[in-house]
């Protein structure tokens, strides 16, 4: 390890190695060096810290200047001698300016399975309800300031809001007191420790027997016939809004009478068997849409159907019943559970996991096997809505 007084020529002369590093150390200043790699000089500074040795990265030749290295070092080596780390407190100044919206930006970065659009729901959260929050330091969070933040939300924004900010929260800071040792404990636990959560009451809304023959015939009266087979295939299918949305011609398959959505909430693809009905609505479309990409097209950048709520609410006006889209999936299940549909197979056609099940494991439910109960589901939804219509209004309603 050669000693040459470190300038701007010392340093140029000095060649990069073939593998490994070489080091030069100061003449005059004891403790500052270069690190010389293959691809690289960096100025450093070593010395001893309550008896253990230390290495401070200053910065690169090229960025920093001998001189302004040299003056860097100085500072150091007098933090050193005081038996101050300065790379612990480097962290500790970045753990104390470290902002909300910093934390969150590196939080969603580093959750590379997570998808574009529950990133875009974590984002949207903090911007509605945090807002204010999200230039400060992380460390300004207290256990007292969620608590007030968290009954503001669930008394102007509604409880379940106040849930989603409550989660989302926890989770970013459990990060970043894993990555950074943002905290001791994690303030939003104030919640739970106070037992004053409020309670995850989940909607228990579907479409009962006895409305849907007023809610398929006013379904059938829209004029919108993508709005109006959209909502059809949801109750025939129990998919989520955004899986049927999306839903491509590519992912029909015609021949197999099936269809296949690719990008589901638990990661995995779901194939399902077509009912007689669905397999006509969807030849049916096919006819008018099949030059587009999709099979429920819309207007907007994405190219497909964004938001149905207008159909639900149209239907509503004239019936009077109440529903959100994922109150079909709801009531799809419903049917399938009360025609003692098997719960493995239920699972398999809402592509919920089988857990904590070790016989559940072993079980495969092939498309084939879910032909039968599809079919069945479907028969009950036909002949509850259509039940009391003429056979010529019944054969008009079932494919138009």
């Not at 038996?83 to 470290?98: A, C, F, I, M």
């Not at 949801?234 to 296949?260: H, K, M, P, Q, Y």
């Not at 889209?325 to 996991?353: G, P, Q, V």
Request: aromatic content about 10%.
């Amino acid at each position: 390890m050669p000693k040459v007084k470190i300038t701007k020529t010392a340093i140029d002369e000095a060649a990069y190695p073939d593998k490994g590093q070489v080091f030069l150390w100061d003449t005059e200043l004891k403790g500052f060096g270069v690190c010389i790699s293959r691809s690289s000089k960096t100025f450093i500074v070593q010395r001893d810290v309550a008896g253990i040795s230390k290495r401070i990265t200053i910065g690169r030749y090229g960025v920093f200047t001998p001189d302004q290295a040299r003056k860097l070092a100085i500072k150091n080596i007098f933090l050193m001698t005081q038996g101050v780390n300065p790379n612990e407190e480097k962290k500790e100044r970045r753990k104390k300016s470290l902002t909300l919206d910093e934390l969150a930006e590196e939080f969603l970065k580093a959750r590379s399975t997570m998808k574009p659009r529950t990133k875009k729901d974590y984002r949207y959260c903090l911007d509605s309800y945090l807002a204010d929050w999200l230039h400060k330091p992380v460390t300004d969070i207290t256990a007292e300031k969620f608590q007030r933040r968290y009954f503001y939300i669930g008394e102007n924004n509604g409880k379940t809001c106040a849930n989603n900010v409550r989660r989302i929260l926890s989770a970013m800071i459990n990060y970043g007191m894993a990555a950074h040792g943002l905290f001791d404990k994690n303030p939003v636990r104030i919640i739970a420790e106070t037992k004053c959560a409020y309670p995850n009451n989940r909607r228990r809304t579907y479409i009962k027997p006895h409305q849907l023959a007023a809610w398929w015939e006013a379904v059938h009266e829209d004029e919108n016939d993508t709005c109006r087979d959209f909502l059809l295939l949801v109750l025939f299918t129990g998919l989520r809004r955004n899986e049927a949305c999306r839903l491509r011609w590519s992912d029909i398959d015609f021949t197999d009478r099936t269809l296949t959505v690719p990008e589901t909430k638990n990661g995995e693809d779901l194939t399902l068997p077509l009912s007689d009905y669905l397999y006509d609505l969807l030849q049916t479309r096919r006819k008018r849409y099949g030059n587009y990409k999709f099979v429920f097209p819309g207007s907007g950048k994405s190219g497909h159907l964004e938001e149905p709520k207008k159909a639900a609410r149209r239907v509503k006006d004239m019936t009077g019943i109440v529903f959100t889209i994922h109150d079909l999936r709801r009531t799809f299940i419903t049917i399938a559970e009360s025609l003692d549909i098997s719960m493995y197979a239920l699972k398999r056609l809402i592509n919920h996991k089988i857990t904590n099940d070790i016989t559940g494991g072993y079980i495969v439910v092939d498309v084939e096997r879910l032909r039968a109960p599809v079919q069945r589901v479907a028969d009950y939804i036909l002949e509850s809505a259509l039940k009391g219509q003429t056979p010529e209004n019944a054969a008009h309603f079932k494919t138009e």
